[in-house]
């Protein structure tokens, strides 16, 4: 499992075809991936399905790590590697139970939900949102790469991901501060010059 460049996204983040931009991204050196689609101008249903299966061939062509966001239903049919959650999903405990061998990610914002999560279960910890992010709506407010730092002193080891409102500006400061890696949505689906972005990042 390499989550040292995580791209996310679903076809609501694209104006270009996202198999496209993922081809495109992965040749560039984005190391795993995550299908969220989800919210406004989401795919439903079928269309969900066929992008995600779409998306997840690519990922094996590469041989690169394929993640699902929340939809547990998506997982098994499209034989993703893993999942990843957060705090108003399905409960690690019962992820754990259903997938014994899946990758699980879990994002945690706050002591709080530390406290309340079972994070030796998990594979990986999603942290953030670091920065001001405007692609996600209901992003809770920005916690700073402070948070990859508290993280990372409380959990020596487990692999820690820094997300939301990271740019090939100030990508270097996530990692500078304890994470393994960084995910990006806007970073590279809305970059001009994907290719540049992800060897920026
Ligand atoms: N979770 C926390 S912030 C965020 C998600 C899915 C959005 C990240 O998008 P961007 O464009 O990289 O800020
Ligand atoms: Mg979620």
């Given amino acids: 499992m390499n989550l040292r460049k995580y791209l996310i996204m679903g076809s609501q983040n694209c104006d270009r075809d996202p198999a496209f931009i993922l081809e495109l991204a992965i040749k560039a050196g984005i190391t795993a991936f995550q299908f969220r689609e989800k ?9 969900k399905l066929e992008l995600g299966y779409k998306l997840r061939k690519i990922c094996a062509h590469h041989k690169i790590a394929f993640f699902v966001n929340d939809d547990i239903d998506l997982a098994e049919p499209l034989g993703a590697d893993g999942i990843h959650v957060g ?3 399905v409960s690690v405990e019962k992820l754990r139970a259903r997938f014994p061998k899946k990758i699980i990610g879990l994002s945690v914002s706050n002591p709080t939900e530390v406290s309340n999560s079972p994070i030796q279960m998990a594979n990986y910890l999603g942290a953030g949102p670091i920065f001001n992010t405007s692609t996600k709506p209901d992003a809770k407010s920005a916690v700073g790469v402070e948070w990859i730092t508290t993280l990372r002193n409380q959990f020596p080891s487990i692999p ?5 409102g990271i740019t090939t500006q100030n ?13 990006v949505i806007s ?3 809305q970059a001009n010059d994907i290719t540049t972005a992800v060897q920026r990042l």
């Fill in 160 to 164: 820690i991901v820094g997300i939301g």
């Fill in 87 to 89: 705090q108003d999903d």
């Fill in 39 to 47: 919210g406004a101008g989401s795919l439903k249903g079928n269309d």
């Fill in 171 to 183: 990508a270097a400061s996530v990692i500078n501060a304890g994470a393994d890696g960084v995910a």
């Fill in 187 to 189: 970073a590279v689906t």
